[in-house]
């Protein structure tokens, strides 16, 4: 038996989930993933092998990443390929399959990377290949960048994740008790299973459909994650003929698609027996989105090793032992001596206003407040709210000093989203006397650690409803941070005010005009003063944030209710 037969071999032997994700953030450095929904997937996996929950996860490899960015003195953004080599951390799978794309033989390879945590577990994921010399040019390039290209791409890719990824699976031995749709991206694993459980018969009945369709429903979960309509993938039908012939009878596949394109969320819904959204209110709106689905929710977590600071991991080992197992244990910080946990945050803290003069030359004082926001750079996630009233917020500093630090990508063809890096390099401009500010470029995993630990405030400013869960609020709490948010997403449900944070404006999805006066109302009368003026009672916020926020929304107590309400029920 070859090393790589017997590498997977390992994994064989018992039933698993196998869970599908189009991006999956597997390592700071490896570029497998855009952003929250690939980091989400991620910490899933993570915490999964750190409880015991059997699952293999199934990607494409993208070798030529996501992009990296490059900002310019005006802020604009620039995009670079991000290459990497497979071959430097996974194993080539043994197995080849072959797909019909566009009418050519599309041969699938791909690699076994083993996704293991400090907790000494592992879940195997299979990164999808298709750049393998016996293909066409046109088909080695669809697995090469991560939302690279237009529609016809994207679909290309969706049919090698799902088709590509259920028969790889089977070709490698894998025994399977369901499937685990993270996001429509992979909808297409549902008429690959449909295919597969089509009934032997002759003698149906009219009207009577050919596939065995509770059998799917049964096999299959699907997780939503987002309530902008955009984001939903749908493909128009001459295209699905063109690029994947005759799926399947389309008058099948239009019942459970929708009638004039093919909505891959539609489809997902429609045979999956277990579908959820990110966070209560996300369900409600995915509820109201889709009317007649039974849409639960199971709010994000993330995970708590691979999200808390060193100093911060070293504090919970000295004084909550077992805390990245169990991260409920967490709910006792409130008994952490104030002086470690501001010595802790201290440090972190220094570790950001290092690389904020590492890699923008911007010098950061300690002793002064960091607001901080990173997110994806699109209109709906408002990262230039904070600067709806320039005169504003330059009295505010004045009075009570702070600096911002920011980062994000803008998607390469989200102009909107390119031209809102533009501005907050030209608001950064115009501050720069008052306000220490840097933005810092290419955002990944890493920066974000350093961020979300080394903040004093993080700062989240989205559009209601259209903030499906967020997490980056959630790391926060692992490192002590307070978060000030519009109410939306996980944070209608995280925000004790005064205890855990702050809520920007009201719960309210008309009060989205009133947010900047809102935000600076709290940051002059609430939260700014007690930073200066009460350092106790902020490091009970700060105590508040982990024992009540970070001891719940970890990725161990999400994936238990996954396994519990979702696999085995």
Known sequence: MSEAAASTEAYTRKSRIAYFSMEIALESDIPTYSGGLGVLAGDSLRAAADIGVPMVAVSLVFRGGHFRQEIDALGRQTEHDDDWDPARCATRLHATVALEIEGRLVWVGGWLYVLSTRLDGGVPVLLLDTDLPVNDPRDRAITHTLYGGGEADRMKQEIVLGVGGIAMLQALGFKLMGYHMNEGHSAFLTLALLRRFAHAREDLRPGESPYDLPQVRELCVFTTHTPVEAAHDKFDYDMVRRLYGDVLDLGTVKLLAGEDRLNMTRLALNLSDYVNGVAKRHAEVSRQM??????????????????????????????????????????????????????????????????????SGKRFDPERPILGFARRMTAYKRPDLL??????????????????????????????????????????????????????????????????????????????????????????????????????????????????????????PTANGEDAHALYDKLEQVVLPLWYDNRPAWIAVMKGAISKNAAYFNSHRMMRRYATEAYLS
Not at 421 to 439: G, K, S, T, V, W
Not at 475 to 501: H, M, R, Y
């Open 290 to 359: 889709f009317p007649g689905y039974a849409v639960h929710a199971v709010t994000n977590g993330v995970h708590a090793s691979t999200w808390t600071s060193l100093p911060f991991a070293a504090l919970y080992d000295q004084q909550i032992p077992g805390w990245c197992h169990e991260p409920e244990l967490l709910a006792r910080a409130d008994r952490l001596p104030d002086e470690a946990v501001w010595a802790a945050h201290a440090h972190a803290k220094r570790m950001l206003i290092d690389a904020v003069r590492a890699r």
């Open 387 to 508: 600067f709806s009233d320039l005169a504003r917020l330059r009295a505010l500093a004045g009075e009570r000093p702070f600096q911002i630090v920011m980062a994000g990508k803008a998607h390469p063809r989200d102009e909107a989203g390119k031209r809102l890096i533009e501005m907050l390099h030209a608001h950064m401009r115009e501050l720069e006397a008052d306000i220490p500010m840097a933005f810092l470029p290419d955002y990944d995993m890493a920066l974000a650690l350093l961020m979300v630990s080394g903040s004093d405030v993080w700062l989240n400013t989205p559009l209601r409803p259209l903030e499906a869960s967020g997490t980056s609020g959630m790391k926060a709490a692992f490192n002590g941070v307070p978060q000030l948010s519009v109410l939306d997403g996980w944070w209608v449900e995280g925000c004790i005010e005064g205890i855990t944070g702050w809520a920007i404006g009201e719960d309210s």
